[in-house]
């Protein structure tokens, strides 16, 4: 079954949650047409205030659904949108695509996966404790990973609605994962 988009969301303004929409419109190489973090220099409110003039590489943020259930199983009530991302998807494995992964949303929209979401401490003010359960400790190895979604850019623009499929399209090998961007 490929992957799908459950829900999307966008803010003109700055915030930590996205009311979702109908649908939005992505631009290419600007992000999520009348969301504050479109555009082509960095958007994020803390790094424009020393990396103004670096490319926007978190035009679009991407989350699974399938986070949503793991995190009520812990007891927390998270529904799309809250965590600010733009596109929600389930049954595509975001956080393992590589770097530079293509992914096709509906018809006509195409973004390039550029990497990690960093989590933000304002999670802990939306859910107390729910910052401490983005991020995955591996035992064997001691690293930890991020689980709060994935950047990208937008490629090629177009509508995008939930129920729209999810196409992925890997990038050439060797593959690079993802890192923080």
């Known amino acids: ?3 799908r988009v459950t829900a999307v969301s966008s803010d003109p303004s700055y915030g930590f949650s996205k009311p ?10 600007l992000g999520v047409d009348g969301d504050v973090h479109a555009g082509r220099t960095i958007r994020h409110r803390f790094r424009m205030t020393y990396e103004p003039d670096l490319p926007n590489l978190r035009q679009v943020h991407l989350m699974h659904e399938e986070l949503f259930d793991e995190l009520a199983l812990k007891g927390y009530s998270v529904a799309p949108g809250e965590l600010g991302e733009n596109i929600t998807t389930r049954g595509i494995d975001l956080l393992s695509l590589p770097t530079g ?3 096709h949303l509906g018809e006509q929209a195409v973004v390039a996966v550029t990497g990690l979401r960093n989590p933000c401490s304002k999670i802990n003010d939306f859910r107390p404790g729910l910052l401490t359960e983005m991020f995955a400790l591996d035992p064997a ?3 930890f ?12 623009g177009g509508p995008v609605r939930p129920e729209d499929t999810v196409a992925v399209e890997l990038p050439p090998g060797p593959h690079r994962p993802l890192e923080r961007v």
């Open 101 to 103: 992964t293509l992914l």
């Open 20 to 29: 979702c929409r109908a649908s939005v419109t992505l631009l290419a190489g």
């Open 1 to 3: 079954m490929p992957g």
């Open 141 to 143: 190895s001691g690293d």
């Open 145 to 156: 990973s991020f689980k709060s979604g994935i950047m990208a850019v937008v490629r090629t």
